[in-house]
């Protein structure tokens, strides 16, 4: 009956048959490339590069939002700066926009 030796390929440990990692520096025995098991440095790398991808989206969000909000300010600005004048709801006529009360008529201008 032959025995199955398996060394590790990096440190040379030997290794249980059934192993996929070695116990010692934690390389990827044959048997746990062959069954594609991915090492957790591996899987490590892959959360990594997930969550770089995250948070580029959430940058890019963030970046959109800002934009809004910028946009957002400058028309609120822009309302501010450049206020219609004002016309009377009961005879028509414009008043400053600053104006309390209709110089026409008289009545209060909301
Ligand atoms: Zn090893
Ligand atoms: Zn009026």
Same mark, same amino acid.
């Given at each position: 009956? &032959?025995?199955?030796?398996?060394?590790?390929?990096? $440190?040379?440990?030997?290794? !249980? @048959?059934? &192993?996929?990692?070695?116990?010692?520096?934690? @390389?990827? =025995?044959?048997?746990?490339?062959?069954?594609?098991?991915?090492?957790?440095? @591996?899987?490590?790398?892959?959360?990594? /590069?997930?969550?770089?991808?995250?948070?580029?989206?959430?940058?890019?969000?963030?970046?959109? @939002?800002?934009?809004?909000?910028?946009? =957002?300010?400058?028309?609120?600005?822009?309302? &501010? =700066?450049?206020?219609?004048?004002?016309? $009377?709801? !009961? $005879?028509?006529?414009?008043? /400053? /926009?600053? &104006?309390?009360? $209709?110089?026409?008529?008289?009545?209060?201008?909301?």
């Amino acid at each position: 009956m &032959a025995i199955l030796m398996v060394f590790c390929s990096n $440190c040379g440990k030997e290794l !249980h @048959e059934d &192993a996929n990692f070695c116990p010692k520096c934690g @390389e990827r =025995t044959r048997k746990g490339v062959e069954a594609g098991i991915s090492t957790p440095l @591996e899987d490590l790398k892959v959360a990594f /590069s997930k969550m770089s991808e995250e948070l580029e989206k959430a940058f890019s969000i963030a970046g959109r @939002e800002m934009e809004k909000a910028v946009k =957002t300010a400058r028309d609120r600005i822009k309302e &501010a =700066t450049t206020r219609e004048p004002l016309t $009377c709801p !009961h $005879c028509g006529k414009e008043n /400053s /926009s600053d &104006a309390k009360f $209709c110089f026409q008529c008289g009545k209060k201008l909301s």
